[in-house]
């Protein structure tokens, strides 16, 4: 069946500028997670939503970012006012319950700001 | 809490020769451990879990890893490198229900 999907899987933008990342999760998987991977800082944690609650969102890097969830599918990570310290690929991963059921990872996008 | 140390960011193996990529664990509680692989420009890919049953377990692509408590180790082991198997591989813990740690991954390159 069908992966993880994001959108787009590319994005240049410019500093200030505001962006919106889409994730599309698995048909049926309940838990989805957005996941930030860096030179810098590795992979990190950002946020986790159990159906369109966000019980985690203890990974945000600051006010600028926020996420959403509709439906208990898609989900959009928005960056507002980008950063230059933004730029990143942004993975996202669904699973079919919370737990420790397994993370399934879309391909990511990657967003370089200017 | 909980974190992975995984000990060597490359390792290089000649084809036919035996890959191990280490990984340490801390957790506060008994873990669940993952190994991830990640293909150029790709996202990550699982290879294997470990969730409490068998201590050693065998994944995808000929991978296998052994949970070892006393050492606190999850090392990953392949008896033979293919040149496909070049990529990173990233261990990962949960012990919370749902925020995997990773490590900072290993790039393994695999030489003719």
């Known amino acids: 069946g069908a992966g993880v999907s994001q959108s787009p899987s590319n994005k240049v933008t410019e500093k200030g500028k505001d962006v919106e990342l889409r994730c599309d999760p698995i048909?049926?998987?309940?838990?989805l997670y957005w996941y930030r991977q860096s030179l810098g800082q590795g992979l990190e944690f950002l946020i986790y939503?159990?159906?369109?609650?966000?019980?985690?969102k203890s990974g945000l890097p600051s006010d600028r970012f926020s996420a959403e969830r509709t439906g208990g599918s898609v989900s959009t990570l928005t960056i507002q006012r980008t950063q230059q310290e933004d730029s990143a690929v942004y993975l996202c991963?669904?699973?079919?319950?919370?737990?420790?059921?397994?993370?399934?990872f879309g391909p990511g996008t990657r967003l370089t700001v200017l | 809490a909980q974190s992975v140390t995984q000990l060597g960011s490359h390792v290089s193996v000649s084809e036919g020769a035996l890959v191990l990529l280490r990984c340490n664990y801390s957790?506060?509680?008994?873990?669940?451990l993952f190994w991830y692989v990640q293909y150029p420009n790709q996202g990550l890919q699982l290879l294997l879990k470990?969730?409490?049953?068998?201590?050693l377990v065998k994944g995808i692509n000929g991978f296998e890893a052994e949970f070892k408590k006393s050492e606190t180790s999850f090392h990953l082991t392949k008896p033979s490198a293919h040149m496909s198997d070049a990529a990173e591989y990233f261990c990962?813990?949960?012990?919370?229900?749902?925020?995997?740690?990773f490590g900072a991954g290993t790039t393994v390159t695999v030489r003719a």
């Open positions: 939503f159990q159906g369109n609650s966000a019980p985690d």
């Open positions: 957790s506060s509680v008994p873990p669940y």
């Open positions: 990962a813990v949960t012990s919370n229900d749902y925020k995997l740690s």
């Open positions: 048909s049926g998987h309940t838990a």
């Open positions: 991963a669904s699973s079919l319950f919370q737990g420790k059921d397994t993370q399934y």
């Open positions: 470990y969730t409490s049953a068998a201590t």
